[in-house]
């Protein structure tokens, strides 16, 4: 292989999407939720996903990490094909992911520093100094230094939303997924998860995809906003083209106007 | 025609039943083989067998106390009308070593252990701490079944050991304030019981625990959503391993009378 064409394996193996979603459909006690469902994710890049509750946003996540499994369609993770592997054969997979929950999802059985360091004592053979300095750096990056051995039930909303967040970088993960990351908080702290994010973001250079439905959320960390309706995806594109979309069904949710019924006005 | 939809109904709840059978059944076998390919670590384990032995140890000998005391105060009139009065120990004692003993112990835990396991994997499940595991590529039968099946399977041995004697206890003192002769009535209850009513008593408090374990989880791992959804998993939880308890008790009875019978050739005297 010529130096030229090494240049353009590597270049289009950078481009190949990590996840790919491939004529996905699925549906819960008769409710469709996905409808033939094509979607990619590009590397190192923020996705954020919308669309309003109920329509599959936190499903999608589950099925990329192999939580659900789909009715029918193929769902690829960096090339490979994981939609009919085993639990074990996902193991190695997810550790790649570190993934977000809407409730934290903390496990109330262990303190802060053992939720941070589930993964690293799961997958790592580390030293217990290694271990708790790289608790304390996760911690310390989402400003939460010297919570160690505080429980789940002695955080706040946002705090917990921030230790899931650390647990969820612990072990450097090349994809974050996100659920409903600022849903129940205040602005402000709902603010503070964002520049988290993109803290985050900045610094370990991860693929993130984010499902929200909240608009100020979605235009600050997004690189590009997808949006779900009734199973299908209806608007694709950077925040100001979503912004600017024609969609009537995207401007109703954007702008958060229910009596939205004629086309919009841009801008 | 009237008569399909009654058949249908039966139909679709053997189904489910059937399919129920079929979940429970993988789920025991990816426990068991989680068990025999995996060894538990112990910070995982002490916890459990901390909620499970030393937590549940006040009620088990309240139980047990209460089984030996009923027992006696039951048993004495019934000795005393044909002047035999001290062999109400060895009714009571063998009574409380083979049976009550064990199944009381059993159904106690059931209760206790069962219903708390079934609430609290229920709760990581709505909650979605279930997910979190698997989602960090740990799995949930691993972390938190086979752990909470070695904590109860160990320990309710030593409870129904605890129960046994505590009911022991309790019958004799009662019989004592009645007046038996407290030579007479333990060389009676020597004369009867056999190392061998002990050891089935105990042995069959391991099957109720495994049992309890991996009922009280199955249905943990099973709940549905919300606060009614985690009440239904630990009711459901409690009522079918107090169901279990009770079949295998009976099974388990005809086998080791089985056994008994092949090693020493006859039955024990009261079962």
């Known amino acids: 292989m010529s130096v030229a064409q090494g240049d353009i394996a590597r270049r289009t193996a950078a481009e190949e999407p990590i996840i790919r979603l491939v004529n996905v459909w699925k549906e819960f006690a008769g409710n469709e939720v996905f409808r033939d469902l094509v979607l990619e994710f590009r590397r190192a890049a923020t996705t954020v996903v919308l669309g309003p509750s109920g329509v599959g946003k936190s499903v999608m996540l589950k099925l990329i990490l192999g939580l659900l499994k789909p009715d029918r369609g193929r769902i690829f993770v960096d090339g490979t094909d994981t939609t009919d592997l085993s639990e074990r054969d996902l193991m190695p997979i997810r550790t790649r992911f570190g993934m977000v929950f809407q409730g934290a999802a903390l496990f109330d059985f262990l303190p802060v520093r053992e939720n941070v360091a589930f993964a690293l004592r799961e997958h790592k053979r580390l030293r217990e100094d290694e271990v708790e300095r790289i608790v304390r750096e996760k911690l310390a990056m989402v400003d939460l230094a010297g919570t160690e051995n505080l429980w789940p039930e002695e955080l706040s909303g946002g705090m917990k939303k921030r230790v899931g967040l650390a647990r969820a970088i612990a072990m450097d993960p090349e994809v974050i997924l996100y659920d409903e990351p600022t849903t129940g908080l205040d602005p402000v702290t709902a603010d503070t998860i964002n520049e988290m994010i993109l803290k985050c973001q900045r610094e370990l250079e991860t693929t993130s995809i984010v499902v929200t439905h909240d608009m100020a959320s979605a235009y600050k960390v997004g690189d590009r906003l997808v949006m779900l309706h009734e199973g299908r995806i209806i608007a694709d594109g950077t925040p100001h083209q979503i912004r600017t979309s024609a969609d009537v069904r995207v401007q109703r949710f954007v702008r958060g106007d229910a009596m939205l019924s004629t086309g919009p006005t841009n801008g | ?271």
């Open chain 2, 1 to 271: 025609m009237p008569i399909r939809k009654p058949i249908a109904t039966v139909g679709a709840y053997v189904g489910d039943q059937i399919e129920g059978l079929g979940r429970f059944s993988v789920f025991t076998a990816q426990m068991f083989r989680w068990l025999a390919t995996d060894a538990t670590r112990w910070r995982l384990l002490r916890p459990q067998l901390y909620a499970v032995g030393v937590r549940s140890l006040p009620v088990i000998v309240i139980t047990g106390a209460f089984v030996g005391m009923v027992l006696a105060a039951q048993s004495y009139y019934q000795f005393e009308a044909i002047g035999r009065a001290s062999w109400s120990g060895a009714v009571i004692n063998v009574s409380v070593v083979k049976e009550l003993g064990p199944v009381l112990a059993g159904i106690m835990l059931a209760g206790m252990v069962g219903g708390s396991l079934a609430a609290e994997l229920g709760t990581m499940k709505v909650t979605e701490q279930i997910d979190a595991l698997r989602a960090m590529g740990a799995d949930p039968i691993r972390h938190l079944v086979v752990p909470r099946f070695i904590a109860t399977f160990l320990m309710i041995p030593f409870l129904t050991i605890y129960c046994d004697f505590v009911g022991i206890v309790g019958g004799y003192l009662v019989a004592w304030s009645y007046g038996v002769d407290t030579h007479e009535y333990w060389m009676h209850s020597a004369d009867v019981i056999e190392n061998w009513d002990i050891f089935s008593g105990v042995l069959k408090s391991t099957f109720f625990g495994a049992a309890i374990a991996l009922i009280s989880c199955y249905k943990g791992f099973g709940s549905r959503q919300g606060a009614y959804g985690v009440g239904m998993a630990a009711l459901e939880a409690f009522v079918s391993s107090f169901v279990a308890i009770l079949v295998l008790d009976f099974f388990i009875v005809l086998l080791l009378n089985g056994v008994y019978d092949l090693i020493w050739g006859r039955v024990g005297v009261f079962l």
